[in-house]
């Protein structure tokens, strides 16, 4: 046995015990940096080459044939730079370099005798479409920027069109708000694979984006991506299951989604594109990439100015309300009171706040306000990548990226059945009436990332070293205004009559000098640190280490003023959450990978985890229940360890079979660790029926999963790929919000039933599914086609012991010291093994099944026209009963340096309302209330039918 197979036999003896050992907990399979090259040779007319000899030289060396179809492939090559050549006879030597960051896909071409050699027809960097997956798992490429530059702003149209994706739009199970389609202001939070997006890790290479992305950070959430411009980044991957190809395992239990930046500038090139948005704005793109020497330089920009969609007439209808602070209209006090969403009025006079005998009014009045209102949003951002080569065994690389959104923040929706008592004749119809909650709030979000890396050639391998900045910004400001005109219907009384008054849809002057202030900033800090060092191990195998830390916090600040009716200020509200409040995560894996023989390679990783919380003390005594003053804090340390191996064999050089399996660690979101101490509060403060407090829950534990996925890849005559995967996870202790009765509470409104919030853990729960991709769209000539979908399920398998049962705590006066008392069957009854869920068990938002079809026809890379239908399956985050989308495309270039791209959103306008507003058409479904019937749930709207013009400059 030669001295490097037995010292790849020792490495491979100890990573599989400690495989074995590990196994005591649930054991999860890793990621690893390395790619498969594959591709195709042929000759000046298009004939496949066999028999021709393909070396590549780099890291790993290796060398192949290819197939009487021209075809070969060399599997488990770390990431570098190459120097591919093929020599075939009668055709010569040919030779060129690559850089392999992700599997690549070569198209290779013998040029007539009078040119020069090698031809590789596409752009390797932009070969989503014509890869042939042969990882040990399933990635999906996905190149932003090209979209970017084809009119889209928006992350979301284009993961939603990947089946086993779905993004959470306003949160997955909070759609009730109204969303502008493509829209900065609404998140899209990824989820892969039925996972939740806090299951499913956004990183930058290898390191974790961490951030809010909303002002309420909870289980359910993950990072927005809207966040972050489409222009900054030339690739990315989504990063299926346990595969070995996943960066990290610390949530990534449905996988990850993985951004690259720009790094080395091949040739010089500049590209400019002009578009129209949906609502008739303006989009543009830039960009300048030029190398200069050692050094190559990337520079984006990019611009979005819509005026959002149309209101009618102009103006938002929203319900007024006072805020519990008496108002003047015409000349007269009132009271301006909102019941609660989905009430039925039988008679205003009912709705009645306060006592008119102590404040010297009367209520019940409700309407529509026409305070001009805009939609207007404006959008910034653009990037820099530097990358400059020392030698050919050194680079540095800078990456900047940032994004600017200003305009209104999307309105909450309102809900209002009007049936008055007789007599009545306003113009305002009976029946449900819609309209949003209050006024529109002007909003700003901004984000900023900041890479560093060094790259440097230490001995035979590789070091990496990078530093990441990834900072959030959002600030939300509500000023509604003191005099106003607004048109009213329904009914109400006015100070002193007795006599019911009517409001027939006249005009009034709303006076309200008490004023209504406040802005709301939530800042998302998030730091991380990578090392990393790959080496190659003989000449078939490879081996590194990386090491990975991450710092997130998530400080928010609130302040407020309100002032009475004499323009006295009556109070002032100031909170904030401080930085100290914080999460650090340490991740290592060593890994050791390569080919075992010339048709199989096998790749195994070990992780090592490190979560710490540094969250205050919910038990201190001392705690400011809105500032966190005096707050002492503690610290809260998980650990865990997990493998994770894939393999892959390839019996022929069409065909190849892949499996992964692994474990996953999903931490806890940092806001399920924060006490915050305090009293309850009220439910509502017109006509409180409970009282409702959040604790936190210092024993919350970490999810902890098991998953597989096993899959083919078939290279199928003219050039067509089909892939067909299988995957399970399994999760231990998944998180889940629970409300449930907790005895009652005796404040300022009385004694009431008191019901307290909390995250816990479940007992196992499981995502399940199945993907199915085959595709004809590589082709620069003729008819290309594709079609790909999923079905996907997440559900409870089964539930802890006594996780229906709770205990209810009495808080008695004069001491209101707690009483506690055991209760049979009287919490989390809306936990139910075996139906589909969110993860927070309000609805069902994990698709069941998603479809995207694809057909057109190719004259040129350019010069085409085709259509794409998606199907969206029940459950989907629209919250739509399933339907179909229909797109159309055509591109057509103008000149060499010109082209054309015509875009038909929508062509049968399903669900085209430019903003959501609550209609009972749109009811699909409802969600357990802790008491009471089943709450409504409603649709979100896709976005109108458009035609949207995109003009491209390419230099």
Request: glycine residues 12%; negative net charge.
């Amino acid at each position: 046995m030669s001295k490097a197979s037995y010292h790849v036999g020792a490495a491979l003896g100890v990573f599989v015990a400690c495989f074995l050992w590990v196994q005591g907990v649930h054991a999860q399979i890793a990621p690893t940096s390395t790619a498969t090259i594959s591709g195709s040779l042929s000759d000046a007319s298009g004939k496949p080459v066999a028999q021709a000899k393909i070396s590549l030289r780099g890291p790993r060396n290796a060398s192949t044939q290819t197939d009487t179809q021209g075809l070969f492939v060399v599997i488990g090559l770390p990431f570098g730079t190459y120097q591919i050549s093929a020599a075939a006879p009668g055709f010569g030597t040919v030779m060129r370099s690559i850089s392999v960051e992700g599997d690549t896909n070569v198209a290779i071409q013998y040029e007539p005798a009078s040119t020069n050699g090698l031809k590789i027809i596409a752009n390797v960097s932009a070969l989503a479409t014509a890869q042939f997956n042969v990882t040990a798992a399933s990635v999906t490429q996905v190149n932003p920027r090209a979209n970017a530059f084809e009119g889209k702003t928006s992350w979301r149209t284009i993961l939603e069109q990947i089946p086993g994706l779905a993004q959470g739009g306003l949160g997955i199970g909070n759609t009730e708000q109204a969303g502008f389609p493509d829209g900065p202001f609404v998140p899209v939070e990824l989820s892969i694979n039925g996972a939740l997006p806090y299951e499913s890790a956004t990183l930058l290479d290898d390191m974790p984006l961490i951030g809010s992305g909303s002002f309420n950070n909870s289980a359910g959430y993950g990072t927005n991506l809207n966040m972050y411009p489409l222009n900054g980044f030339n690739a990315s991957d989504v990063v299926r299951g346990p595969g070995a190809d996943a960066p990290s395992i610390v949530d990534s239990i449905g996988g990850s989604f993985v951004l690259h930046p720009g790094g080395v500038v091949a040739t010089n090139h500049y590209d400019l594109s002009l578009s129209t948005d949906p609502y008739g704005g303006i989009i543009a793109n830039a960009l300048v990439a030029v190398r200069w020497k050692k050094l190559s330089v990337t520079l984006t920009r990019g611009m979005d100015a819509s005026p959002g969609p149309a209101m009618s007439q102009g103006y938002l209808p929203g319900f007024l309300t006072a805020l519990g602070v008496p108002g003047l209209l015409n000349g007269q006090p009132f009271e301006a009171y909102l019941p609660p969403s989905g009430t039925t009025i039988v008679d205003p006079r009912y709705y009645i706040y306060g006592s008119p005998a102590t404040l010297g009014y009367r209520a019940g009045l409700f309407g529509f306000g026409i305070n001009s209102q805009s939609t207007t949003w404006s959008m910034q951002n653009g990037s820099l990548a530097l990358e400059y080569s020392f030698s050919p065994g050194l680079s540095a690389e800078l990456f900047y990226a940032g994004q600017h959104s200003v305009g209104a923040f999307p309105y909450s929706e309102y809900e209002l059945n009007f049936q008055p008592p007789s007599g009545y004749t306003g113009a305002m119809p009976p029946g449900v009436q819609y309209g949003a909650y209050n006024f529109a709030f002007p909003s700003t979000q901004t984000s900023s990332l900041l890479e560093e890396k060094l790259t440097a050639k230490l001995g035979q391998g590789t070091l990496r070293l990078a530093a990441l900045q990834n900072r959030t910004f959002l600030n939300q400001v509500t000023d509604l205004p003191n005099v106003s005109t607004v048109k009213l219907y329904g009914a109400g009384y006015l100070n002193g009559s007795s006599t019911l008054t009517y409001f027939n849809g006249g005009t009034y002057s709303l006076a309200q000098p008490y004023g209504c202030e406040f802005a709301e900033m939530a800042f998302s800090n998030n730091r991380d640190l990578s090392l990393s060092y790959m080496t190659p191990l003989g000449n078939n195998f490879h081996t590194g280490l990386s090491f990975v830390q991450s710092y997130y916090d998530n400080p928010t600040l609130t302040l407020g003023t309100y002032t009475d009716i004499t323009g006295a200020v009556t109070g002032n509200y100031f909170g904030s959450t401080p930085s100290a409040i914080s999460q650090t995560t340490d991740e290592m894996r060593f890994l050791i990978g390569g080919n075992l023989s010339e048709k199989t390679s096998i790749d195994l990783s070990m992780y090592f985890v490190n979560a710490n919380y540094h969250v205050p003390n919910p038990s201190d005594p001392n705690i400011d229940t809105t500032t966190y003053d005096n707050a002492t804090y503690v610290d809260s340390r998980y650990t865990y360890a997990a493998p994770r191996l894939g393999f892959v064999w390839r019996p022929t050089a069409p065909l190849a079979f892949r499996a992964a399996v692994g474990g996953g660690f999903a931490e806890a979101p940092l806001s399920s660790l924060i006490g915050v101490g305090g009293l309850p509060t009220i439910n509502s403060t017109s006509t409180p029926t409970s009282y409702l407090i959040s604790l936190a829950n210092l024993n919350l534990q970490p999810e902890k999963s098991f998953g597989f996925d096993v899959g083919t890849d078939i290279r199928l005559p003219r050039g067509t790929i089909l892939s067909f995967d299988l995957y399970r996870t399994n999760l231990f202790g998944q998180f889940y919000t629970s409300t449930a009765p907790d005895g009652t509470y005796t404040g300022n409104y009385g004694t009431l039933p008191l019901y307290t919030t909390q995250q816990g853990n479940l007992g196992r729960s499981r995502y399940e599914g199945l993907l199915l991709d085959v595709r004809h769209d590589s082709v620069t000539h003729g008819i290309y086609w594709a079609f790909s979908g999923g079905l996907t399920r997440g559900y409870v398998v089964n539930i802890p012991s006594g996780l229906y049962n709770g205990i209810i705590t009495s808080y008695l006066p004069p001491t209101y010291a707690p009483v506690s008392t055991t209760c049979t069957h009287c919490a989390n009854l809306n936990v139910v093994p075996g139906i589909n869920f969110n993860g927070t068990f309000e609805s069902t938002s994990v698709p069941y099944s998603q479809a995207l079809g694809i057909i057109g026809y190719r004259w040129s890379p350019e010069k085409y026209v085709g259509l794409t239908s998606t199907y969206y399956g029940n459950n989907n985050t629209y919250n739509r009963l399933a339907f179909v989308e229909i797109d159309g495309n055509v591109g057509y270039p103008l000149s060499k340096f010109v082209s054309l791209l015509v875009t038909f959103q929508n062509i049968t306008n399903i669900y085209g309302g430019g903003v959501n507003f609550f209609s009972a058409a749109n009811i699909e479904e409802g969600y357990p209330n802790v008491v009471g019937p089943p709450g409504p749930r409603y649709g979100e709207e896709y976005g109108p039918r458009t035609v949207r013009v995109t003009t491209q400059f390419h230099l």
